[in-house]
């Protein structure tokens, strides 16, 4: 059985900084492309960044490039997105999510298999 289980999460000033992590199991960690994505309220889910199984590549949101780092730890089987400078806008639910497929199609939701429950990320003004 496949699981994504996100943690991290939580609330924070403007200008603060959170550590998000996913730990994955069930499936070859090696082998995936990781996401992960955020839902505001009443807005549709969007990517945020992606890295691929090697960590040799990456892809981000244009409004997180220089705050937002995703990083992958193979031995511990678990995908990070260090969080920096956050902004009121970047409150929502984070998704973390695997894929078997790398390109620049890794910032679209329908080439990720298998997705997380999601961890709540609010960041007050």
């Known amino acids: 059985q496949v699981q994504l289980v996100e943690s991290g999460g939580g609330l924070v000033q403007a200008g603060g900084s959170l550590r998000l992590s996913c730990a994955v199991s069930g499936l070859t960690f090696s082998a995936y492309a990781m996401g992960w994505f955020r839902q505001a309220p009443g807005k549709a889910r969007e990517f945020v960044a992606a890295v691929k199984w090697g960590s040799d590549s990456t892809y981000y949101r244009e409004s997180v490039k220089g705050r937002f780092t995703i990083s992958r730890d193979s031995a511990k089987n678990t995908v990070y997105l260090q969080m920096n400078s956050l902004n009121p806008e970047d409150t929502a639910v984070y998704y973390c999510?695997?894929?078997?497929?790398?390109?620049?199609?890794?910032?679209?939701?329908?080439?990720?298999?298998?997705w997380g429950q999601g961890t709540q990320v609010t960041v007050s003004s």
């Open positions: 999510a695997a894929g078997s497929v790398w390109g620049s199609v890794s910032t679209r939701e329908s080439v990720y298999d298998y």
